[in-house]
Structures are given as C-alpha cells and as structure tokens.
C-alpha cells in the first residue's frame, strides 16, 4: 500500500440545522426577568422564520463538522494549474485585520486616510517596480477587471490617436478570460494559434496583424505553463503597426522580479493580487487586478488616482484623458494591505527566490513524471506542467478518472482539461510553498495511479472510493445540486 497523508475515519455525517432542532433548545441561558411582561406588537407577532431551536454544542459541532469537509490551502498541495493555490502567510491577513486599516472607511476625509493612501501610493511603485511598467491603478477587482481595464486603455489610446480599430490577437493559449474581455469591450478576438513548441511565432502574427487590428493579448508565461520566447519580434510587428500589446499577467508568480515586462515590449498587463501576492482565492472572495502600463498608456488609467505632493497623499480626479472609474471606490483594499505586507516581508530577493522555486517544483514534477504520463511540451517548463491521459488511453483510463482517484491519496486534483489546446490535459502547479516531501508523495500518487491505471483499472473507474462522497453523476450534480451533504 502506498504511503497516503489521505484517511476516510472520523468524518463525520451532519444533517441540515432544521433537521438537528428540537424544540425548547436553547444556546444560551438569559439572566432572570426582572420587568413585566408585556405583549408583543401583533404586527411583529405574525408566521416569522422557523429557525431551529439549538444548544450551543449542537452549533459548534455542525460548523466545525462542516469545516472538516472543506479542503483548501490551509489543509494540504492543491496543485490547481492556471490558479497559484500557494500558502498565504498568516502574518498577511494579521496586518489586514489591524482596525487602522480593516475599520478605514473609503468616504473618510482625505486628512484621516493618510496611512491607507500612502499604503495604496507605495504598493502601486512596488508593482510597478516588480513588473517594470511605469505606472499602476489598483483599481480593477478582479483578473478578468484587470483584463477589461486594460482593454479600455487600448480603446482609449486608439480613439486619441483617431483611429477604430476593430480586432484583437488573442492565442490559443491565453486564459479563457482574455477573449471574452475583449469581446466585452466591443473588439472583435482574433485567434491564432501556437507553434509545435506551444509558443507563438513572429510570422504567425505578422500574418494577421493589420491596420485593423488594436493589438494582442498575450497570457505570458503562457496557459501551457510556457514562456513566450518570441515575445519581443511579436511586440515589434504589433507595434509596427501601432497595434499594443496586452500582457495577461496573473501567471507572474513564475517571474516575479526576473521578467522586465516593458522590456519584452509590453504596454500594458494585470496581475492577480489573489493569485501571487498572498491572498488566498478560489472561494468567491474579494480579489484585486491591477493594471500596470508604460508611459504612453499612463494618462488614461483610471480616476480617482493617488498622488503625493509634500508627504502629503491625495486622491486626483484631474486626468482628463482618464477611461473613467471602474469601481464604487478605490478597489478591495484588504487584498492591497495583504500584498504590501506580502512585499515587504518577502524583499526583493525573497519574491525573487519564490519564483524560481516556484518553476523548479514544476520542471521537478514534470521530469519525474514524464514518461509516466504523456508530456505535449518536452521542454522546460514555467510555474505549471501540462500532461496528457494519452499513455493510459490503452487501459480506457481518462484524465478525469486519474484526478478523481488523487483524492484518494489526499491530494486535492489538478486543472483538467484545461488548456484546451492540449486534449486529455493534466495541468498541475505545485508553487513554491510545497516541501519536497510533499511533491514527492504527490508524485508517488501519480506514479501509483498510472499502474493501476494498467492493472486495476475497475478501481479508477469508481474513484473516489475513499471519499466522504463518492463517484458523482457529473451532469446531475450540475444540474441538480443537492446541497445538503
Ligand atoms: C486566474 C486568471 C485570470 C482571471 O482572474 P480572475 O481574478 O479569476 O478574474 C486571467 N488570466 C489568467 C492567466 C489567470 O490565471
């Protein structure tokens, strides 16, 4: 039997709340009356929720119950792929949470904000400095906000200069993000696709790049965990024609500090606050996108924007080629307090060295596993690798099966079927807080999957076997959701 941190005892079963109450439980004892009693309003008096009467033990065992479901990156490796599930440091959310800053409110005067701007001020050099772009607004909520931010900049730059343009660029493998954001902003995608080493080649887009065309959105390192490597000859066709070139940058956590984006010829690109720089993500919470461009596209960020004079920390509404506001107020600023706290704790050569360990668990993965499981892209790889079920197709065991049997083992699954340029897609991204031990268990799954894969394929086919809930309907659970546990 294989070594598994996984095991199936002691999870426990927990009805609904409405299904645990009996009448006349209480969760708390009052202190004795001392007033008349006097009759309610019968307004108020009327059919009310049915909410189950409860103890207090009953409470704390069916939330505590219910947390033992959950998996996330507190509990163990989630090497989601096109995700970056690292470990946030609890330092972060601690400095997030102090009342200066959790209890700021954005419609305070300017004079009782000076340490929450001053903090939005220094965050916008520092990614600024991390990316080598010129300027930043943490404005956008979102990657995919980032991503229609700085479509708008594009537009904007265009309608300056009088020209409509109508396309943009987008790759085979960018997120999927990237199309419906330019779609969003009225242009039309343009897809190309990426050459036999799952990069773009110059040609390819000088082959489509035309006076029509506002530019492209480049996802870099790519969605095949890839670094564009023609990405400077791509950035002199484009602007050649004064086309722009979009970065999607939510993959920085390979290249923080290592990649000077305005180098490589980029103009404009997002980062995902929620992905790199300590905010854990994934459950619907907030999230932060900021748009980081050079010079040229500076002018049209959008307002209010930060700006200092004396030690003295404003908000400025005076940019009159501005695109406008994309937010209510200024962004999710609890996810900024957690970056700079992110930033200042890592310095330089801590965000530096976590990207190159980011990329050497995944080359490690991926040089361990090759051969075990089919390897698209036999070259070195970035942040993420992407495999396929082509060696298991034999034994008629898919992607989907493997992942499910990981659970099994203990090891939440990889993206699957995810890029969909590659069919069968394996995408694993182990990040740069997984130990050794822990990739090494996680590999000896995988190992010891592809072998029942061959010997015991009845197994994978029922996975998860050892799971609180077994083998889903897939379609069913979509469609109707029982959620109820
Ligand atoms: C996650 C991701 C996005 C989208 O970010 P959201 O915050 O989910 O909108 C865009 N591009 C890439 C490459 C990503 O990995």
């Known amino acids: ?27 708390f004892s009052l202190p004795r009356r001392d007033v008349e009693t006097s009759p309610m309003d019968p307004a108020l008096t009327g059919e009310g929720p049915d909410f189950p009467d409860l103890s207090e033990v009953d409470v704390v065992r069916h939330y505590t119950r219910l947390s033992t ?57 520092y990614l600024a400095e991390i990316t080598g772009m010129e300027a930043v607004s943490l404005q956008p909520a979102a990657g995919a906000h980032g991503e229609l931010a700085g479509m708008l900049l594009i537009h904007a730059y ?82 050649a024609k004064d086309g722009l070139i979009y970065c999607d940058g939510a993959n920085m956590n390979a290249v923080m500090g290592i990649v000077d984006m305005m180098e490589i010829g980029i103009d404009v690109l997002h980062l995902n606050l929620h992905k790199t720089f300590s905010t854990p993500h994934g459950g619907g919470g907030p999230g932060s996108g900021p748009v980081c461009v050079n010079k ?38 609890g996810v900024m307090v957690k970056a700079y706290s992110y930033i200042m704790s890592m310095g330089a050569e801590g965000l530096k060295k976590a990207s190159q360990l980011a990329v050497l668990n995944a080359n490690y993965i991926k040089e361990k596993l090759k051969g075990v499981f089919h390897l698209p892209y036999d070259r070195p790889c970035m942040h993420e690798c992407v495999f396929t079920d082509k060696n298991q197709a034999a034994n008629k065991i898919t992607t989907l099966e493997m992942a499910k049997r990981l659970m099994d083992y203990g090891f939440h699954p990889p993206t699957v079927y995810f890029p969909l340029v590659v069919q069968g897609a394996i995408m694993i991204e182990p990040t740069e807080t997984e130990s050794k031990e822990d990739i090494d268990r996680f590999i000896d799954a995988l190992q010891h999957i592809a072998q029942e894969a061959k010997e015991n394929p009845q197994i994978l086919k029922e996975a998860p076997n050892r799971c609180k809930v077994k083998r889903l309907d897939e379609t069913a659970a979509a469609r109707k959701p029982c959620l109820a546990g």
Not at 299 to 311: K, M
């Open 1 to 27: 039997m294989i070594e598994t941190i996984a095991t199936s005892g002691l999870i426990l079963n927990e009805p609904l709340l409405w299904e645990k109450g009996r009448k006349g439980r209480s969760g």
């Open 158 to 239: 265009h309608k300056g200069k009088g020209s409509q343009r109508s396309k943009i660029i987008i790759p085979d493998t960018a997120h999927g993000t990237n199309p419906a954001s330019a779609a969003l902003c009225g242009y039309r995608p343009v897809p190309v696709n990426s050459n036999e080493n799952g990069i773009l080649s110059a040609e390819t887009i000088a082959a489509v790049m035309d006076e029509e065309t506002a530019g492209i959105m480049v996802t870099n390192p790519n969605t095949l965990g890839l670094f564009e490597e023609n990405i400077k000859e791509i950035a002199e066709v484009v602007h």
């Open 296 to 333: 040229t596209l500076e002018p049209f960020l959008p307002i209010p924007r930060i700006v200092s004079e004396n030690g003295h920390y404003a908000l400025s509404e005076d940019f009159p080629q501005s695109i406008g506001k994309l937010d209510t107020f200024h962004g999710h600023f």
């Open 69 to 125: 479901w959950n998996f996330g990156v507190d509990t163990g490796m989630y090497p989601l792929g096109s995700c970056t599930m690292k470990y946030n440091p609890k330092t972060n959310e601690r400095q997030a949470s102090l009342p200066g800053f959790s209890r700021s409110h954005p419609l305070l005067p300017e004079k009782l904000s000076q340490g929450a701007l001053e903090l939005m001020f220094k965050l916008e050099r």
